[in-house]
């Protein structure tokens, strides 16, 4: 008789451990999945140095690559459609990171995350198991003692436990050993789920963690396209940045005329110079303001100092920007010869000195 009943209890915590590994598994892999994505973000932001900063370091980075690179298009798309252009050098630069490092750090994450888990499950049998069996509780009881000594190191649906929470549970040390012998086996699919699985396909979630730290504001100067650098999107206050481009950059050029505008907004506000928009109207620059809309948005102090960057790219890339505008580096829009003097060296020294 007594025999029986053992054997009965037996089966009956074996069925109950096999229907809990059943729901762990699955948990336990989209658990270590999420552990990794968060390693491999950290570690591309530590070792990445354009990602350990704010937007306005990433875009140093980005400028700096797209003068090594030196292609007009990228250039392009950089001034026109910025916000793409970022998520694009994210989603490159984190390909690159899982194409070096696939056999080194990913492997790494990917055991320590395995045993970290392990550890944690581990403990979480044998805490709630000493906790439970001196009081001889239920399988609802174990079961909330299990999840709670999980804690947030494993996201489980508790939910899903509760056709096996009536179960009654007479021997816990039993329950224990069950639940520990079938750790390993348990862990060894795990593994094999994830081999099974695709590690690219973290790379978009990755992209996005990133794109969500490094965001800001995505309006552009209204004359030359700088960014604002503001590091919050829809800020109160004026869109911003600490340097303006030359004009020719977005193409602004002198009223019915083919000549480009050579000169920065920054120059322009504090001299007596007017432009005007396509319905004709004139505004003075000192007062650009009430030209509306975007304009009225920004706030652009007079300055004289401009960064060396934009003039060396004007210059190098001058017949482009004719081709592309249909404009030309003429007249009042004739490229000073110091601009030509300097040296992609040049820019590349006064963007790291930043
Ligand atoms: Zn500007
Ligand atoms: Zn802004």
């Known amino acids: 008789m007594s025999f029986k009943i053992f054997c009965q209890g037996a089966t009956s915590i074996t069925s109950f451990v096999d229907f809990l590994w059943q729901k762990l ?19 591309i932001q530590a070792t990445c140095p354009a990602f350990n900063g704010n937007r306005a370091n990433l875009e140093k980075h980005i400028l700096i ?9 990228s250039y392009w798309q950089y001034i026109h459609n910025p916000e793409s252009f970022f998520r694009t050098y994210i989603r490159n630069k984190t390909t690159k990171y899982f194409s070096v490092n696939r056999g080194k750090n990913i492997k790494t994450f990917l ?16 805490e709630s198991t000493a906790v439970a069996k001196n009081k001889s509780s239920t399988a609802s009881e174990w079961l909330d003692l299990f999840c709670d000594y999980l804690g947030n190191k494993l996201i489980f649906p508790r939910r899903d436990l509760i056709s096996i ?3 009654e ?33 973290m790379i978009p979630e990755i992209e996005k963690t990133l794109s969500e730290h490094l965001c800001g504001c995505w309006k552009q100067c209204p ?14 206050g004026d869109h911003s940045v600490p340097f303006h481009r030359p004009q020719a950059i977005n193409g602004w050029h002198q009223y019915k005329s083919e000549h480009f505008v050579i000169d920065c907004c920054t120059s322009l506000v504090a001299s007596d110079s007017s432009f005007i928009l396509r ?8 007062k650009y303001r009430q030209a509306g809309e975007d304009f009225a948005t920004w706030s652009i102090t007079p300055d004289s100092s401009t960064q060396p960057y934009w003039k060396w790219f004007v210059s190098h890339f001058r017949s ?31 963007l790291n000195k930043q």
């Open 223 to 236: 004359f030359c396209k700088a960014i604002c650098t503001n590091t919050i999107p829809k800020h109160d």
């Open 169 to 201: 549970i007479k021997d816990m040390e039993f329950l224990k050993e069950a639940m520990s012998a079938a750790l390993d086996p348990a862990m060894k699919k795990v593994e094999e789920i994830f081999s099974s699985r695709n590690i690219d396909e």
């Open 165 to 167: 929470e009536h179960q």
């Open 65 to 73: 690559s797209l003068a090594e690179e030196e292609n007009f298009d």
């Open 111 to 126: 055991k320590t995350s395995l045993e970290d888990i392990k550890s944690a499950i581990l403990s979480a049998i044998h």
């Open 279 to 286: 319905d004709d109207q004139i505004f003075l620059y000192k």
């Open 320 to 350: 482009k920007l004719e081709e592309n505008y249909e404009k030309k580096f003429t007249n009042l829009g004739k490229i000073p010869d110091e601009w030509a003097k300097i040296t992609k060296q040049d820019v590349l020294n006064d």
């Open 25 to 43: 598994t699955p948990a336990v892999s989209d658990t270590i999945w999420g552990n990794m994505s968060l390693k491999i973000t950290g570690d």
